[in-house]
């Protein structure tokens, strides 16, 4: 019997049978010897278009680049467009948990008055004097000495607060609210008030506001001899 042959070499990955240097497949049950070496895993963000793919030269780098350019405009064009709604929404949470101080006008101008009712009367914190106004689309313009936040409106409607007194003359269900800021935005709003005595209030949440217009408008129990009447209007800021 022949002895079996002396050979000095790597042993197969297989089955362990040993290979002379050189050979690429095992003598005994031919398995690859030098089997090429897998590839090492591609880190995660590899994983994501467009970047899954292995760059071979420089194909494909000029796409991806140009959508990494995309994305990164269209996040920082997001951010500027949510910028004013979040800083909306912070100031109005900060409204929400702060305390209001009144804020006094130092100018009011009346577009129309009835003798003996300025429109100044609207702010002389005394419930039995008004502003009376000789028909609805009359307006008065409040102007302040520096830009405040203007958090609510609080508006007296009719004559008086007193209920006996409050039906003697007509008043305005309705205001167009039109606010002025520092840098000369203009904001409106209908104001929709109850035909009731006392204060009602109108939140506004308006930042850096330098002047405030109110006109009377949808009059009720308006006839011959009455005036529309606005007793008292309050403006509140944020302390």
Known sequence: MDAPDEVAGAPCPSCGTPNPPGRRFCRRCATALNPAAKPEPLPWWRTVWPFRRRVRASSGRAVRLLVILAVVVALCAG?????????????????????????????IRASAETPGHPAKNTTDAVSNSYWGAPAPGASVTYTFGKPFRLVDIVITNGPSRNPEKYHSQA????????????????????????????????????????SVRLTLRSPVGLTSGRQLALAEVEFFQRS
Do not use: Y
């Not at 467009?81 to 909306?88: E, K, M, S, T, V």
């Not at 912070?90 to 006094?104: A, I, S, W």
């Not at 104001?191 to 506004?204: A, E, H």
């Open 79 to 107: 951010a500027v467009l949510l910028l004013p709604a979040g800083r909306a929404l912070f100031e109005d949470t900060r409204d929400k948990l702060g305390k209001f101080k009144p804020v006094t006008p130092v100018g």
């Open 171 to 210: 008043r305005a269900l309705e205001m167009d609210l039109e606010v002025w800021t520092s840098d000369g935005e203009r904001q409106t709003k209908r104001l929709t008030l109850n035909d009731k005595p006392g204060d009602q209030p109108n939140p506004t949440g308006i930042s850096d506001v330098k």
